[in-house]
């Protein structure tokens, strides 16, 4: 087995396991764990400093699993999706398949169908939605690269994917578009 599919399936069985793992997504490096595991969510909410009302987003897989996500798709959000060229965050109702922690106060989730590949075939192979908050303290800057992340998340963490720690390769944060009161999608960031 080569080393990219032994860090997917690590990641995948510490996943499974409802522990919080430590992860670079498409954007930034990350804290996440299975978004219908409400207990890994309150532990990585704990880990992170992160006050309630204060959700994270979903990584997921394709539109199919973006749907069990959310309890309206827009009929324009596919021809969205196949447009993206960089990283969008989808803001929409959340459904009940959503651990209630990961849900803004408005009802709402942001939903992120991942390009990464290492993302990609984590959420795959889980099965489940990913939760994705960036690997930092409230109120720190944000961890681009894995040298930035704090040290306590490091060991706090329970798993530590051991993939791309050495890639200082900044990219932009994700765009977002949110579903507004006449069921139309707008970029709002």
């Known amino acids: 087995m080569n080393r990219f599919q032994q860090e997917v399936d690590t990641a995948v069985d510490a996943l499974l ?3 919080v793992i430590l992860y670079p997504t ?3 490096w990350s804290l996440g764990c299975d978004v219908e595991a409400p207990s890994a969510v309150r532990q990585l909410y704990k880990l992170k400093g992160r006050p309630e009302g204060r959700p994270g987003i979903v ?3 394709d539109l199919a699993m973006l749907r069990r996500y959310a309890a309206e798709v827009p009929a324009g959000l596919e021809a969205m999706l ?9 803001v929409l109702p959340a459904s009940r398949a959503v651990a209630k922690e990961v849900v803004a106060s408005d009802g709402t989730v942001g939903l992120r169908v991942v390009k990464d590949e290492f993302c990609f075939k984590v959420v795959r192979r889980l099965g489940h939605g990913l939760v994705a908050t960036p690997a930092n ?12 992340v704090d040290a306590a998340l490091v060991r706090g963490a329970d798993h530590v994917v051991n993939w791309r720690q050495h890639d200082a390769t900044r990219v932009a944060l994700a765009r977002q578009v949110r579903l507004g009161a006449d069921g139309l999608l707008e970029v709002v960031g």
């Open 137 to 148: 303290k409230v109120g720190e800057a944000t961890a681009a690269v894995y040298s930035e």
């Open 26 to 28: 498409d954007t930034v």
């Open 82 to 90: 196949a447009a993206d060229t960089k990283p969008t965050t989808y």
């Open 17 to 19: 396991l409802q522990q």
């Open 59 to 61: 990584l997921v897989a």
